[in-house]
């Protein structure tokens, strides 16, 4: 199974710069040991379960928990039967496709 997860989270109040709040989810993502891609909006990660990505978000939060009082979590799922890889075959499909 492959399980595409696009998340964004943050804390509301901290201002207008959340890079180092960022930071700490993204250092919880690469601790998971999945494949991950960090873009301007969000974080995009696969994982084999649903109850795994569920794991990201949750100790994400705990990241946050100590110093932020309110945050602020999107998330969208894509869940497939099939192999891994989908976080950058489905790149590679809409690229190939540009070059005809």
Request: charged share 25%; hydrophobic share 40%; net charge neutral.
């Amino acid at each position: 199974m492959s399980v595409l997860m696009n998340f964004a989270m943050f804390p509301t109040d901290k201002g207008t710069s959340v890079s180092p709040y960022v930071a700490r989810i993204i250092k919880v993502v690469r601790s998971a040991g999945f494949e991950y891609q960090l873009t301007s909006m969000g974080t995009q990660v696969e994982t084999t379960t649903l109850e795994e990505a569920f794991q990201i978000l949750a100790e994400s939060n705990r990241a946050l928990e100590p110093d932020c009082e309110r945050v602020y979590l999107s998330v969208n799922f894509d869940i497939k039967k099939g192999e891994m890889g989908r976080i950058k075959s489905k790149i590679a499909s809409v690229e190939e496709k540009l070059i005809k």
